[in-house]
């Protein structure tokens, strides 16, 4: 027969205080944790935010591809301008490459949103892609030109009804596919 018994001893009462010390520490810790990752992050965005916004280079190029005083022509190659625009653009490619590998949130990526329509939708910056995705070509390699930032703003013409204005290689790039491109670098 079962026998059941009414009394708890002290050593089960140090058991149940210990458990529930223990769970309390990792309820703190886990909050912690996540404390500390929230305050990186925004670090992190902090600084993308800052060298798209306060870079004189990056600004100096993204004023002027806004004010139409971005002309793509052969006196660019090897210029100061060359320099400031490939740097935007790899920031720019940057930038959505995070996005894509889900790093940064929609809501992050709305800060940057117009500067990159307003880069992507410049006939002269269309023209510079075309010689790179040439240039590029030239290699042998299946590489394109800043292929996330591409894929990108492709994507949100798409979402608003507008066709694309490029298609690179005749493919339609996706931010998945390119999120997997960038996890497989070395």
Request: some cysteine.
């Amino acid at each position: 027969m079962l026998n059941l018994s009414n009394t708890i001893t002290i050593s089960q009462i140090i058991s149940v205080c210990l458990l529930l010390a223990a769970v309390g520490g990792i309820m703190l810790t886990y909050r912690q944790m996540r404390s500390n990752y929230t305050m990186q992050k925004a670090t992190f965005f902090k600084e993308l935010y800052s060298t798209m916004f306060a870079d004189s280079e990056v600004r100096s190029a993204l004023y002027m591809i806004e004010y139409n005083r971005f002309v793509y022509s052969e006196q660019f190659h090897g210029s100061t301008d060359e320099n400031i625009v490939d740097r935007l653009l790899s920031f720019a490619d940057l930038v959505c490459d995070l996005y894509a590998q889900r790093v940064l949130s929609d809501h992050e990526m709305d800060f940057f949103k117009y500067e990159f329509y307003r880069i992507y939708k410049n006939t002269n910056v269309q023209r510079y892609l075309d010689f790179l995705k040439e240039r590029y070509s030239d290699t042998g390699h299946a590489i394109e030109p800043f292929p996330a930032f591409v894929a990108y703003c492709e994507t949100e013409l798409r979402k608003r009804g507008q066709s694309g204005i490029r298609l690179l290689g005749n493919l339609h790039f996706d931010l998945k596919a390119v999120a997997a491109l960038g996890r497989r670098r070395p």
